[in-house]
């Protein structure tokens, strides 16, 4: 068996080095190295480039450091009929909840509000609303959108969620589908992005959306967007838009359309937008090697592969 890595902007000899330890007796190779690519059966890939798959003839599966999945599916020499398996681990889930957790406390506690009073030196006791008072509404409820809510309901959120099928969540008003999208953007004061970027969602974080948000929750602040889920997903032009009429009061942005976020963005400036450089969940590479070892390891004693996406859904 050999496994190759394929990994733009990541230490590929470090993560080989962790492979080599976790499967003994088998050939874990870098694009750095020789070898012959039809011997390749596993491809571990990170943002591919155009001849990641040359003369992969014999892969028995491409194996995702990411949970998104969306530049391999666009990739146009992405073998047909062969397995995609996705990351997917309880460390990365753990991280993603983290960042909503913290940028929906940050908008709950009307931290713009605050801000803006303190560079002003100004003091006005305005008290936030309690928890259940805020309505979060929680795009994508998949393996980190649940785990996301699971996190909120412990701090008491209000919760709504939306999916592509319909689902039943103890707790939260659950909407799906696209004829359903507007009555969930309705009763939403924090909108939050966990939604694969697909060509149904892609750009689906537009001035439109944003207009249909609740306007008179977070003590009559205006409603706020979260996206952590991919920059193809939101139109900045409409964010900043949006942001400068008042019909968005913040946004806090892990991803964006061109990444690194270019340094002449309006995005930059703005003490109304949160910035990170797409960190909300990293895969680190201890929890790599360990879940993707498990899966090479499993699938060679005939086991079925976990996480295989869906090409046809996009996801
Ligand atoms: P999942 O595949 O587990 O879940 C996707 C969810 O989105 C499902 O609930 C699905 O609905 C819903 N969905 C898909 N298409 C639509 C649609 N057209 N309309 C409404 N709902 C839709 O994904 P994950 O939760 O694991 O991950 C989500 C995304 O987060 C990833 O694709 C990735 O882009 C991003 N991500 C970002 C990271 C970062 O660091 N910023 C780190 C990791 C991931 P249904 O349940 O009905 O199928
Ligand atoms: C992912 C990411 O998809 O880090 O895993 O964005």
């Known amino acids: 068996m050999t496994l190759v890595l394929h990994l733009a902007d990541f230490n590929e000899r470090r993560w080989a080095d962790g492979f080599a330890a976790a499967l003994p007796g088998r050939k874990v190779v870098t694009r750095a190295d020789q070898y012959d690519p039809a011997e390749v059966e ?11 798959f040359e003369g992969l003839v014999n892969l028995k599966a491409v194996l995702s450091l990411g949970a998104g999945v969306d530049a391999l599916l666009r990739h146009p020499a992405l073998p047909q009929g062969v397995p995609i398996v996705r990351f997917m681990d309880e460390d990365l889930t753990q991280r993603m909840s983290d960042y909503v957790l913290a940028e929906v406390t940050r908008h709950h506690r009307l931290g713009t509000r605050f801000k803006r009073d303190q560079a002003a030196r100004r003091w006005v006791q305005l008290y936030p609303a309690p928890a259940w008072d805020a309505n979060v509404g929680v795009m994508g409820l998949g393996q980190l959108g649940m785990d996301a809510i699971r996190h909120l309901k412990v701090f008491g959120y209000k919760l709504r969620g939306w999916s592509r099928t319909p689902k039943d969540v103890e707790g939260v008003e659950v909407f799906h589908g696209a004829e359903q999208f507007e009555a969930f953007l309705n009763g939403t004061d924090i909108l939050v992005n966990l939604l694969p970027l697909t060509p149904e969602t892609h750009g689906i974080l537009n001035y439109d959306t944003f207009s249909k948000l609740r306007r008179d929750g977070l003590d009559g602040e ?11 997903h939101q139109r900045e032009a409409d964010i900043v838009r949006a942001l400068d009429d008042g019909t968005l009061k913040a ?10 976020l270019p340094r002449d963005s309006p995005l930059w400036g703005r003490d109304d937008v949160y910035i990170t450089p797409h960190i909300a969940a990293a895969s680190s590479e201890r929890t790599g090697v360990r879940y993707f070892s498990r899966v090479i390891k499993d699938h060679e004693t005939g086991k079925p592969l976990p996480n295989v996406v869906d090409p046809g859904r996009g996801y």
């Open 251 to 260: 946004a806090s942005l892990d991803v964006f359309e061109v990444e690194p």
């Open 222 to 232: 205006g409603p706020v967007v979260i996206n952590a889920a991919r920059g193809g």
């Open 42 to 52: 596993y491809i571990f890939i990170w943002k591919p480039k155009p001849d990641a």
